[in-house]
């Protein structure tokens, strides 16, 4: 080549992440999801994307602010991967509480806001069905006082089929035309049950089984053995971001017992499920900077005081139900143990905007018992928080602003936030970078990016 030395540039390393909340959920993870996807699919490298979800149900809603054609759009998914909205491959895992009806409205919503979703969908063979009366029997046990402030999903019912395992429905069977004497017998072995607590089964068979023909109809040809497909996707090298539910504190085994969720919630759990290696992704937790629960359950750090404004002025209400978010100050001895457990190799804060201009003091260590402690127990109930002598307060822009709806906040704010974004992580107040340094060091856990806003593009990563 007249002289001149051929260089072979290598291919970039393909994005591999796998996002986790490590508190109690609501922490932006569908956002964080929707960057690694930005970021893949700016390569231009001809790979797939995909985005899969490994557990949880309708219980967990990711709520997205994206911008598709000249506009902001709010897009909201319960069972569908949030890669959608971008036109990815989407996968559902074998742990997830599966509902069909709602992954079909969900792909038609994409579908209409981006003209045409057009993703390879791949559902796991194994993965079980939650019908209506799961809901039912979720929805009684809470009339009844006898829940834990559920989202009335029908998650928990689901998850005790599951465990007893003839009462399970598979995708696989959803599909065959053996379903609805599936479904007869499933029902049989539930009449007890379905009665016990008011519910006549009588006709069900028959509208369950015309409720989901046309989902039956239209799913056909997408259930598949998930775990070789997705190696396949790794031996092509494609994109890989898998996308937890709710939060690490939630988790049915070590979450807040018994105010738990009823699957497994923790990063580790994902990969055996989706054939995959954790050697071959980064564990990113979603942190957000102040702490919210929703639903019963008890919370160290909660506050009633002016702090808890936040709550209001930014818009804390459960996707999945609208219902009202509690609000407290940050838990480090909750994120430290709960960014260990998910084995996290970076941290991504969110909400760092909403406590801007306010007074913040952070949790490191518990009072049980008339004790200091820094472990978390097996139970919360009567646990106090132990707050640092260090509190902190930067300043994004003047005064508090009412940050609940980012599709109609002032054109200002939004200008804010993008010089910030621009001007990278040295551009930020000096006091967010201390907390941001404090946090680390008592979390054990670098933290890789911080968000400023709630849409796309409005995260600073370190």
């Known amino acids: 080549m007249d002289g001149m030395t051929s260089v072979s540039i290598p291919p970039r390393r ?52 994206v911008f598709i054609n000249g506009k902001w759009e709010r897009f909201v998914t319960h069972a569908a991967p949030s890669g959608i909205i971008r036109n990815t491959d989407i996968a559902i895992g074998p742990g997830v509480a599966f ?108 509208m369950l089984v015309e409720k989901h023909k046309s989902a039956r109809q239209g799913l056909r040809g997408h259930g598949v053995d998930l775990e070789y497909r997705m190696a396949e ?24 017992i018994p105010n738990t969720t009823s699957s497994h919630l923790l990063a580790p759990n994902a990969f055996p499920s989706l054939g995959l290696k954790r050697k071959d992704f980064d564990i990113i ?4 900077i102040y702490v919210t629960r929703v639903g019963d359950g008890d919370f160290p750090t909660y506050t009633t005081d002016s702090f808890a404004e936040i709550g209001d002025l930014n818009g804390e209400f459960g996707a999945s139900t609208g219902r ?17 457990l998910n084995d996290c190799d970076g941290i991504v804060l969110t909400r760092a905007d909403c406590v801007q ?54 054109p200002e704010l939004t200008a804010i936030r993008a010089d910030y974004v621009k001007n990278g992580f040295d551009g930020l107040p000096g006091a967010m970078k201390e907390f941001k340094r404090h946090h680390d060091e008592f979390v054990d856990c670098k933290t890789v990016g911080i968000s400023i806003g709630a849409k796309s593009g409005e995260t600073i990563y370190v």
Not at 136 to 161: C, N
Not at 285 to 288: D, L
Not at 390 to 406: C, I, V
């Open 357 to 410: 201009d306010r007074e913040m003091k952070v949790c490191v260590a518990y009072e049980v018992d008339g004790k200091v402690r820094t472990e978390v127990p097996v139970s919360l109930t009567g646990v106090k928080p132990v707050y640092s002598g260090t509190s902190y307060k930067w300043k994004l822009w003047e005064g508090h602003r009412n940050l609940a709806d980012p599709l109609n906040e002032p």
């Open 14 to 65: 393909p994005v591999r992440k796998l996002v986790t909340g490590i508190i109690w959920g609501d922490e932006g993870k569908g956002k964080i999801v929707d960057d690694y996807v930005c970021l893949a699919q700016s390569f231009e490298d001809g790979r797939d994307t995909v985005v899969a979800r490994f557990q949880g149900g309708e219980n967990a809603g990711h709520t997205l602010y």
């Open 99 to 206: 509902n069909p009806l709602s992954l079909i409205e969900e792909i038609k919503k994409a579908d209409r806001l981006i003209g045409g979703y057009n993703g390879r969908i791949l559902i796991s063979n194994r993965v079980g069905i939650c019908f209506d009366y799961h809901k039912m029997i979720d929805s009684a046990r809470e009339s009844a006082g006898k829940g834990v402030g559920s989202t009335r999903s029908g998650i928990a019912p689901f998850y005790e089929d599951v465990a007893r395992k003839t009462t399970r429905v598979t995708f696989q069977e959803y599909l065959s035309d053996k379903f609805p004497d599936k479904l007869r017998q499933v029902l049989e072995d539930k009449k007890v049950e379905l009665e016990a607590i008011g519910i006549n089964h009588s006709g069900m068979l028959e």
């Open 324 to 340: 009202k978010r509690r609000v407290g100050y940050p838990d480090w001895v909750m994120a430290r143990r709960n960014a260990w």
């Open 233 to 256: 996707y790794m031996k092509r090298g494609a994109h890989i971001i898998i996308e937890g539910a709710q939060g690490s504190g939630l988790d049915v085994d070590m979450g807040d």
């Open 285 to 288: 937790g979603v942190e957000k």
